[in-house]
């Protein structure tokens, strides 16, 4: 039990028996139940969360299945227009304020979740900024140096997308380089709406890091017991894994009960990689590249930091319902920690109302667990020089050589580390359905694909796969094995052909629509195109008399009381033909919006289905809700403070603002869960990035990861060459 300290009231209410009489005429009536968890969700690079509606939403549903409860209800998000609507947009659709509000989470009355969303980015400061502030803009959007666009604070939610990283240690104060080959990179991907260009210093993502270890840190202050779960999403994964680290190191020198890492990692769509990609090395500041030995070893050494910390308390048989006895609520009667009753779940896996009835599953303790959700069809993951676990999935184990030493097997899938397998192939007809019993898988069989695109795409852009290649899906089974939902954020029907020179299995993927972000950031990389002439109105041109009015007059009017982004550029003025009183000809740029549109109604692409796990819903209803660990969450069974931790996780809320949210809970918080909050906060708003003490530019050993460049590998080898006396031996 929790010392009385630390007890709050989760909730009271009261109902008049009669009308017009004092409360001491009432009775008690029923407050809400107490969470389960604490589940923390975090995006990827170039992302403002774009799939946490989706995720929560499955996630609270699966809750209620798997626990037996029906008051968990999602959060709804904003947002426009989605990838998966193929309809026609108007100036109408465009958001007002769209970096601050697209995909912003929106607690209703009816809201009972226990989700915080985590974000995080990337803040320009001067040095991050053309010198010539011309140069600060294109198209009316903000940008760096390189060319990246930027939201009107200068920040990028996420960071930049050529800014990710396959390992630990390239966050720590190095970039996604310039040059020529960034410059062909570029090209060869031709994609406007994700441009590759050179990059700041990764060093906001330690940040991150280091301020989700502070978050998970302070809601374990509250009770050391709280059960706290992070489900993670592409460059989210690296931030996740490395605040574990920082979190069984201690922050700032702390080492108490509350700083052990979370109970239970779901990492998806990981760039996590063990090869040592030539590509990598080649966009890397310095062509520094980390070897596959520490790789392996970093990977091992953090999850079992996180296995290492299994926490026993509270055990599961405290939260069975039992007559007499409070369990808090937080399961309904036919839960058991041995055995439970799925009473709801949807048609398509459980079958109906009667069937679900006598759906008996196994619960599970999975404090202690990391899991890796991966699709071999992502093709992102999945580009030469990423080649990340979300792509290929994990061996059991990696053989490797450290520099100096020898050879070692290092473990990586165990009894604690499992990966599930979600697929849009079909063999033999047969859909792969996640959650079978533990099985080995081929990854790729004879004339098949690697990812599923086409010959040229694979030969050009992809990591490629070894025909015959296993991977052990050890993944406990799941009480309804189901088939995963991967086109949800795609226009259904715009794919599904058979792709040339492949199997039957290989089929093409569906399409998906632009969306504003997308589109704004398309705007920045490119240029504005040149409009077909318009007739356009101007009263006081006679064309027997009154010249035409100049280009500057022309653009003045047209621009008058307009926003930047809905203002133009005219290049000529002419007369009708023949000419009109009143009418002339026109010939302008696109506004910026009219870019944007542009770019929305006609820019389309394959899905890369990167993000396919995490838009379906269904995944988190039967495979996420299923595999985090559940327990405690006393932290956020008081409301204030829930609004004060979800304030916290947001970069972008400035520290000044946290004293207003849930009656000033926030000012209860821990000196160091403040120091790094308010850190944050300035690096935000005035673009100061905190000191080396708050944010290291290099790894500590302590922290188990691994810092081991190529070069250390082949100097031993350069050395002995260099000392050879054949190498004396001049030349005839």
Not at 155 to 184: E, I, P, R, S
Not at 530 to 549: C, K, V
Not at 592 to 598: A, C, D, F
Not at 684 to 707: I, Q, T
Request: glycine share 8%; charged share 20%; net charge negative.
């Amino acid at each position: 039990m929790s010392d009385q300290s630390n007890q709050t009231v989760v909730g009271e209410g009261s109902a008049p028996l009669y009308p017009n009489r004092n409360d001491l005429m009432c009775v008690p009536v029923d407050v809400k139940s107490r969470f389960p968890c604490t589940t923390i969700l975090i995006h990827g690079v170039n992302d403002l969360g774009t799939d946490f509606g989706h995720v929560e939403k499955g996630f609270c549903e699966g809750l209620n299945d798997r626990l037996g409860r029906s008051d968990f209800v999602a959060a709804e998000y904003s947002h426009g227009r989605m990838a998966n609507d193929a309809s026609p947009v108007t100036s109408k659709d465009l958001m007002k304020d769209l970096d601050d509000k697209m995909y912003r989470r929106l607690a209703t009355d009816n809201t009972y979740s226990p989700l915080i969303p985590f974000y995080w980015g990337f803040k320009a400061g001067k040095d991050d900024l053309s010198i010539d502030p011309a140069k600060q803009k294109r198209n009316g959007q903000n940008i760096d140096k390189y060319g990246n666009r930027l939201d009107p604070g200068l920040c990028k939610n996420g960071g930049m997308f050529a800014n990710a990283t396959t390992n630990l240690v390239d966050m720590f104060n190095t970039a996604f380089k310039g040059g020529f080959k960034t410059w062909t990179l570029n090209k060869l991907q031709g994609d406007p709406t994700h441009p590759l260009y050179a990059c700041p210093n990764r060093h906001y993502m330690i940040l991150a890091a280091k301020r989700l270890a502070a978050l998970v840190r302070q809601i374990r202050l509250v009770d050391a017991n709280e059960t706290v779960n992070i489900i993670a999403h592409s460059q989210g994964t690296m931030i996740t894994l490395l605040a574990q680290a920082f979190l069984a190191e201690g922050l700032l020198g702390s080492k108490g009960a509350a700083d052990r890492p979370a109970d239970n990692l779901i990492l998806i769509d990981s760039p996590y990689s063990l090869r040592e990609e030539l590509m990598d090395r080649l966009t890397q500041t310095g062509e520094t590249q980390q070897t596959t030995y520490a790789r392996a070893k970093t990977l091992g050494n953090i999850v079992g930091l996180v296995n290492a910390a299994k926490h026993s308390a509270p055990p599961l048989g405290d939260l069975q319902w039992t007559p007499g006895q409070d369990n808090y609520g937080i399961t309904g009667p036919q839960w058991g920690p041995a055995k439970a009753v799925r009473l709801t779940g949807p048609q398509e896996v459980t079958g109906t109302d009667s069937e679900k009835m006598n759906l008996q599953f196994a619960e599970r303790d999975n404090r202690g667990f990391v899991t890796i959700y991966w699709s071999p069809e992502d093709a992102t993951v999945g580009l030469t020089g990423v080649a990340g676990m979300g792509t290929l999935g994990l061996p059991e184990s990696q053989d490797a050589t450290p520099a100096a030493g020898a050879k070692e097997t290092i473990k990586l899938i165990s009894s604690q580390f499992f990966q599930r397998l979600f697929t849009r192939r079909k063999r033999n007809g047969q859909p792969e359905k996640v959650g079978t019993a533990p099985h080995q898988y081929t990854v790729r069989e004879p004339g098949e694909s690697s990812t599923m695109t086409s010959m040229s795409d694979e030969m050009l852009k992809r990591a490629s796969v070894k025909v015959g290649t296993t991977r052990h899906i050890n993944a406990p089974e799941l009480p309804n094995a189901f088939t995963p939902a991967m086109e949800d954020n795609t226009v259904v029907g715009t794919g599904g052909k058979k792709i040339w020179g492949y199997s039957d299995s290989d089929i093409s993927a569906n399409i998906q629509s632009t969306d504003e972000l997308e589109a704004s950031i398309a705007v920045a990389a490119s240029d504005l195109q040149t409009l077909a002439p318009e007739t356009q109105a101007w009263p006081s041109y006679g064309p027997n008399g009154a010249a035409l009015p100049s280009v500057s007059e022309v653009q003045e009017a047209l621009n008058e009381g307009k926003g930047e982004l809905d203002q133009t550029k005219v290049l000529d003025v002419f007369s009708t033909r023949p000419p009109t009183a009143g009418q002339i000809m026109v010939i302008r740029q696109e506004t910026p919006n009219e870019g944007k549109l542009r770019f929305m109604n006609e820019h389309t692409g394959p899905s890369s289905y990167h993000s396919a796990v995490m838009s379906g819903e269904l995944n988190h209803r039967c495979a996420t809700a299923f595999d985090v660990s559940i327990g405690q969450a006393r932290a956020i069974d008081d409301a204030n403070r829930a609004l004060a931790l979800r304030a916290i996780a947001d970069w972008r809320i400035p520290s000044s603002k946290f004293s207003d949210v849930g009656n000033g809970a926030y000012d209860q918080f821990d000196a160091i869960t403040k120091q790094y909050v308010e850190a944050n906060s300035k690096y935000n708003v005035a673009g100061v990035f905190p000191d080396e003490d708050l944010v290291p530019k290099a790894p500590h050993e302590s922290l188990g990861v691994v810092n081991e460049q190529r070069a250390e590998r082949t100097k031993p080898l350069l050395d002995a060459m260099a000392k050879n006396p054949m190498n004396s031996v001049p030349l005839p």
